[in-house]
């Protein structure tokens, strides 16, 4: 049943604050989606999404704190979740900063705020989820990731590193997962307009929100493994990959 976008009716959004998991939301509450837990640092400032997502037909949206750097609280949180609503069939792994690159290279704080997040959040965070959802023997866990983790750029390899560690181990995770009726999509779009990236310059192939939406929509419903948004970043993404460090390094990305 969870092979098919129909199939998706309870999903859990890690980081549910996000534009990204927002408009992913909407194209599944246009399908048969129906009870959303949106979990996210002040659960308050989760409503309005919360009222949208009623309003487009979802039945029941509950919004949990969750913070990604309280790593002691991952275990508890994701029991209570499937407590209250049970069986996960989705779980958008959507939490992230970007950070200030700038500062993140010159002050450890800011640096370390970054991989903490991005990185050992995840790490914590997605043990106890896959625990639980081997052990219902099914579901998604969709990670938004970026092409920024497949090869750390000199404009920002802290944000980019962190990446990298996150894809890593969704990975893994997707191939350890193999036989259990879980799967793993991992997701990984270039520039997105969202809050995020508000204020700096689009890269090359700039996407939106919703273009990522309709990528991870259709990646579900094809049983992907990775996606690029948009899809022409795998062919760059390969080719940059490869390219020589002395050259990579001079690139203007
Ligand atoms: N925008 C892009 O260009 C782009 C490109 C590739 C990948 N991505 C990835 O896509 C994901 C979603 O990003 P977005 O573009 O939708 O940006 P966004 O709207 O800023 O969403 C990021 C979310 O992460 C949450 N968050 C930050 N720190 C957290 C913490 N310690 N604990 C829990 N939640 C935390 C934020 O919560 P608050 O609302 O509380 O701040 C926010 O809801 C991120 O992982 C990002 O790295 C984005």
Redesign the pocket.
């Known amino acids: 049943m969870q092979d098919a976008l129909g199939g998706v009716q309870t999903v859990l959004v ?10 992913t939301l909407r194209r599944f509450v246009g399908n048969r989606t129906r009870t959303i837990v949106l ?4 659960p308050e ?2 409503a309005p999404a919360a009222e949208e997502l009623l309003a487009l037909g979802a039945t029941r949206v509950e919004t949990v704190a ?5 790593t002691d609280t991952h275990v508890g949180l994701i029991d209570d979740v499937i407590e209250r609503v049970g069986d996960l069939d989705l779980v958008l ?6 950070g200030d690159e700038a500062e993140a290279e010159r002050d450890a704080a800011a640096a370390s ?1 970054i991989a ?3 990185y050992l ?1 995840a790490v914590s965070v997605s043990v106890p989820l896959a625990n639980r959802l081997r052990e219902q023997g099914h579901g998604i866990i969709v ?6 983790g497949e090869r750390a750029r000199r404009s920002n390899f802290v ?1 980019g590193s962190s ?1 990298a560690g ?1 894809d890593a181990l969704f990975q893994g995770m997707g191939d350890s997962l193999v036989g259990s009726g879980v799967r793993v999509l991992i ?11 508000a204020g ?1 310059d689009p ?1 090359p192939l ?2 939106t ?1 919703e273009a ?1 939406a309709d990528a991870i929509v259709r990646g579900v419903e094809r049983g992907s493994e990775v996606i690029w ?1 948009p899809p022409a970043l795998r062919v760059v993404m390969s080719v940059l990959r490869h390219a020589p460090r002395a050259v990579f390094r001079k690139l203007p990305l």
């Open positions: 890690l980081g549910g604050g996000s534009e990204i998991a927002l408009a979990a996210g640092r002040e400032k989760l969750f913070d990604a750097e309280a792994v959507a939490f992230g900063v970007l705020e903490r997040v991005n959040g990670v938004l990731s970026s092409v920024a944000y990446k996150l997701v990984r779009p270039g520039f997105v307009h969202t809050k995020m990236t700096l890269a700039a996407t929100p990522v948004v």
